[in-house]
């Protein structure tokens, strides 16, 4: 699926940040990747039928974009 790719906007459909703004930081394999999303901006894994995907892609070097995609800090970002 090319929508399954690094810098991929998506936003959380399950779990505690349902509803929230997420982007693609590693794609694992065809089921799972490493997101980091508004709520817990924090690196971890996620499985990709937990996403629906947005046209939107974001550089990851970027911290600036990437803030300001996810709505928070740049200081808040960990990954």
Request: hydrophobic letters at 40%; one cysteine or more; glycine letters at 6%.
């Amino acid at each position: 699926m090319a929508l399954i790719e690094e810098g991929r906007v998506c936003i959380k459909k399950s779990g505690r940040d349902a509803g929230s703004k997420a982007v693609i930081t590693k794609v694992i394999d065809g089921s799972f990747v490493n997101i980091i999303s508004s709520v817990r901006p924090k690196e971890r894994k996620c499985n990709v039928q937990h996403l629906e995907f947005l046209s939107e892609k974001v550089s990851l070097s970027d911290k600036g974009q990437l803030a300001k995609v996810l709505e928070i800090d740049t200081a808040k970002l960990k990954a």
